[in-house]
């Protein structure tokens, strides 16, 4: 009994013995520091630019209250969002290292190997510098460096990882929104398909009528199918200068504050092109998001 006893002590100072260690080495490490806080950016940003392995840069500017991507393409919203929220949530956790610049290379931190991300107010100021190194292999966190500091950190504070909130290419960073439309804004929706017309008007806010046979409907019977074509999205961007195949579908949705939003989707070529009015950007469907969008079409303009 008296061995147990001898040996549990022993073990229990031994414990002591550590966790005097690691706080001494804890506060060793930290004295006379205190983590940096980065500031909340309370002014617009004019330009954001997301750096990969040191050669491939995308650059978004926002002009005329709209965000591009390349100066080429509209932004997706979503994604800008995205990332100036992050800006403001996104902060240093833990220091591992004090301008150790041998270590950069172990955290993917060296400029031919880390995401850097950063961004600029109205007036041109630099508002913030993130390098953004390896992933941590525990909860959202990835090692970094902050605003030209040599020092490491592993930063964090996100719902998910941070370095996957910039970690965007240019084809995700692009507005793939072909019609983003609520229902009750609808006043009628014409569908125009091998040299035919419908029509597909509301009498109220339950009841449709399709005008082409003078044959009302109610709403709940077509609404997942008239939601899937006004709130319809692109698969991608065409960027090859392709000839474009023969019109298939010409849909014009007509709004209760006068406006209109119309596209119209052609054949197959490589996949199905669809063209938003007024919008130079070519877009694509894939064929099951083409199958989707048909099936959809069908089950309005069918009797």
């Known amino acids: ?32 520091y205190s983590l940096p806080q980065l500031k909340a950016i309370n002014t617009q940003l004019s330009e ?9 840069t995308i650059t978004i500017k926002f002009n005329d209250n709209k965000w591009t991507v390349n100066d080429k393409y509209n932004a997706d919203t979503k994604a800008i969002e995205s990332i100036t929220n992050a800006f403001n949530n996104i902060q240093p956790v833990e220091l591992l290292s004090r301008g150790n610049t041998e270590i950069l290379d172990k955290y993917s931190l060296t400029d031919n190997e880390a995401l850097i991300v950063k961004a600029k107010d109205t007036s041109s100021k630099e508002v913030r510098n993130i390098k953004f190194g390896m992933k941590a292999n525990f909860g959202n966190l990835v090692y970094g460096q902050i605003n030209n500091d040599k020092n ?25 929104t072909i019609s983003s439309v609520r229902i009750d ?11 035919n017309s419908y ?5 109220d806010s339950t009841n449709w009528t399709k005008t082409w046979n003078n044959q009302n409907i109610n709403q709940d019977d077509i609404y997942t199918s008239l939601y899937f074509i006004v709130n319809l999205r692109a698969d991608g961007l065409i960027k090859d200068n392709i000839q474009r195949a023969n019109l298939l579908y010409k849909v014009e949705i007509y709004l209760s504050d006068g406006t209109t939003v119309n596209y119209n989707i052609y054949a197959k070529t490589d996949n199905y092109e669809i063209e938003l009015v007024n919008d130079d ?16 079409i069908n089950n309005i303009i069918q009797n």
């Open 1 to 32: 009994m008296a061995n147990i006893q001898k040996k549990y002590i022993i073990l229990s100072s031994i414990v002591v013995v550590l966790a005097v260690i690691l706080i001494l080495t804890v506060t060793l490490k930290n004295k006379g």
């Open 48 to 56: 954001i630019t997301i750096t990969r392995n040191g050669n491939e």
């Open 152 to 176: 490491v950190y592993l930063i964090g504070n996100t719902p998910i990882n941070p370095k996957d909130i910039f970690d965007k290419t240019e084809d995700d960073l692009i507005n793939k």
């Open 185 to 195: 804004d609808i006043n009628k929706i014409t569908i125009s398909y091998n040299n």
């Open 199 to 203: 029509t597909l008007e509301k009498t």
């Open 281 to 296: 950007t070519r877009y694509y469907l894939l064929e099951s998001s083409f199958q989707d969008l048909e099936t959809k």
